[in-house]
């Protein structure tokens, strides 16, 4: 699967507070063709999607205002999107049981590199890919 192929056909929204990670993910989805949103506060991603959708949302777990599981719970049902990222250098057993229940696709560990998101988003949307033939009844196995 080429991965930034498949990423060109979806909206993917990042939220961070950290500037540098928002524009690092930024130039780096732009340099391959595929469009992302980055904000800096899940109370503008929760307005952002009041007018967009979205495929894939990645969200920092440590964030102004709301964080990011809070985040989750406020569009859970309301702005659903397939694939859910959370980044968190505070990983601790509490968070990723809540993140789980929340039906968080993936934790991304700070500090990350951009392989590591690749890699996360590939196995994602293969996943989603496969769950999609699945449940059409295309399923060619």
Not at 29 to 36: A, K, N, R, T
Not at 45 to 63: F, G, K, P
Not at 96 to 118: H, Q, R
Request: hydrophobic letters at 40%; one cysteine or more; proline letters at 3%.
């Amino acid at each position: 699967m080429d991965l930034f192929q498949e990423l060109r056909g979806k909206r993917t929204l990042v939220i961070d507070d950290d500037e540098w990670i928002r524009d690092s993910l930024g130039l780096f989805f732009q340099s391959e063709g595929c469009s992302l949103v980055a904000l800096e506060t899940a109370e503008e991603a929760i307005e952002a999607l009041r007018n967009q959708s979205y495929d894939v949302i990645i969200a920092d777990y440590r964030l102004p205002g709301m964080n990011g599981l809070e985040f989750f719970k406020r569009i859970d049902g309301t702005y659903p999107a397939p694939i859910k990222i959370l980044i968190t250098a505070y990983g601790n057993k509490k968070v990723l049981s809540e993140a789980k229940k929340l039906g968080i696709d993936d934790f991304v560990n700070k500090p990350f590199t951009m392989e590591t998101i690749k890699a996360s988003l590939s196995k994602l949307i293969e996943d989603h890919e496969r769950e999609d033939v699945g449940t059409s009844g295309k399923h060619l196995g």
